[in-house]
């Protein structure tokens, strides 16, 4: 039995994937801490792991990140990226770093567990091997390494294959770091130096080519290659996937009878503050149509004045292990696990990501041939954008055919169950 200490930030799609590594790890007989915002004590001790909470000053509610940080409002692709790493992910890292420090010197740890974003991680692997336990990176959102094949991450720019693709990411690479993301790694720079008194040895959302390994929750095909790697990758495929649920049917559920297409959209369980971001642009965009338009609110109360299509049902929960064998089409926002839960079903996906990862999810679902990306513009998704995209996946099979081919990988992937030999051998190793 190891003693671990798993790290999140307090949002609901970095924790919901750790829950499952926490659960796996405490039936593999570990001792597990988990350290996160204090929203999640529970479900974290539903694993059977501790809750460990993270310092005030790095916890907030991520139900309204708007309002958890007012700032962020109406940014979106580059700007809205750089301002949400600067401001959600890197101003905690002293803060969390410091709470990772306290639970080293509480107890022997053998090893320390963290998903990409929680970015007091990077200023622990300032310090060099033998001053720290392993660090395991688990990838929560697509893979940021740094590679000559691949462009900056965050600009949701997909490869291009020879010579001229690696110029142009070399040139774009070049360009980010001068320009798009400079402060936001002078400010790293600068904290690393001020916080562990040792340089950062990598742009920030690189970081994880300094951990001792990185544990990817996807599956190759869904991935860029790279051939220029530096750390060992491993990929498991997703961990967290549509199990039985308990969420009732709602009313309408026998309108789901195989009559006509299911398109079911979604903004995720978090950004749902605001349906006019996808979930009414896509209703409006299919209304009239001889198929279905199915959407959840991610558990928030649906309004009670919501006007819909004749064609259009809402939910505040929907059970998805249930609803996707019945769905012919995603529309997302670019969730990490959403992407995921579609393509274990085999469903095509349209993916209108720009924040956040977002953006790199979208750009790989276009990339795998499982769907299309629609980019939105200054005044959103554009309703005609989104009937466009749904009618090709609806009429033409490759997308299908594609989905289904990552969801036969996703199905022979381990799951979970991979982490594990990738940690006894980092900690066997560390012991030898």
């Known amino acids: 039995m190891s003693s671990l200490l798993l790290c999140s930030t307090p949002v609901h799609g970095h924790v919901t994937p750790l829950l499952t590594v926490s659960s796996a790890l405490v039936a593999a007989g570990h001792d597990v801490r988990f350290l996160t915002g204090a929203r999640y004590r529970r479900a974290v001790e539903q694993t059977g792991a501790r809750w460990v909470p993270l310092p005030a000053e790095a916890d907030y509610d991520d139900r309204d990140m708007d309002a958890a940080f007012p700032g ?15 401001h959600i992910f890197l101003d905690p890292a002293p803060s969390q770093l410091a709470a990772v420090d306290a639970q080293l010197r509480a107890e022997p740890t053998d090893a320390v567990l963290v998903e990409s974003l929680f970015l007091g991680a990077m200023l622990l692997l300032c310090r060099p091997a033998g001053e720290r336990p392993p660090v395991i990176n688990l990838g929560i959102v697509p893979l940021g390494l740094r590679s000559r094949d691949t462009a900056p991450f965050a600009l949701g720019i997909p490869p291009m294959p020879g010579p001229v693709g690696r110029l142009r990411n070399a040139l774009l690479t070049w360009t980010a770091d001068r320009f798009v993301f400079a402060a936001l790694q002078r400010a790293a720079e600068e904290m690393a130096r001020t916080v562990v008194g040792a340089e950062l040895r990598t742009a920030v959302m690189n970081y994880p080519a300094t951990a001792d390994a990185v544990v990817q929750l996807t599956v190759p095909e869904f991935e860029y290659l790279r051939s220029d790697l530096t750390v060992p990758v491993h990929f498991v495929g997703p961990v967290s996937l549509a199990a039985a649920s308990a969420t009732p049917e709602p009313e309408w559920w026998d ?16 950004a749902n503050g605001d349906l006019e971001e996808l979930v009414l642009p896509t209703m409006r965009a299919l209304e009239g149509r ?51 839960y579609a393509l274990a079903h085999g469903v095509p996906v349209v993916a209108a990501g720009s924040t956040e990862d977002k953006a790199e999810v979208s750009a790989r679902v276009a990339w795998s041939g499982a769907g299309l990306r629609v980019r939105p513009g200054a005044g959103g998704v ?51």
Do not use: F, K, M
């Open 255 to 270: 309108d789901l009878d195989g009559r006509c297409p299911v398109v079911h959209v979604t903004q995720g369980t978090v």
């Open 290 to 340: 001889d198929l279905l338009v199915v959407a959840s609110t991610g558990g928030r109360e649906v309004p009670r004045s919501l006007a819909l299509p004749a064609n259009a049902r809402i939910a505040s929960y929907l059970p998805y292990d249930r609803l996707l064998p019945r769905t012919d089409v995603l529309v997302t926002n670019g969730g990490y696990g959403g992407v995921h």
């Open 382 to 432: 554009a309703p005609a954008r989104i009937r466009r995209a749904v009618d090709r996946l609806l009429s033409q099979p490759s997308y299908r055919e594609n989905a289904r081919r990552l969801g036969a990988a996703i199905s022979a992937a381990p799951g979970p169950a991979g982490i594990e030999p990738v940690l006894r051998d980092l900690v066997a190793a560390r012991a030898a």
């Open 72 to 86: 962020r409002t109406g940014r979106s692709g580059a700007d809205g990226a750089r301002w949400d790493l600067q």
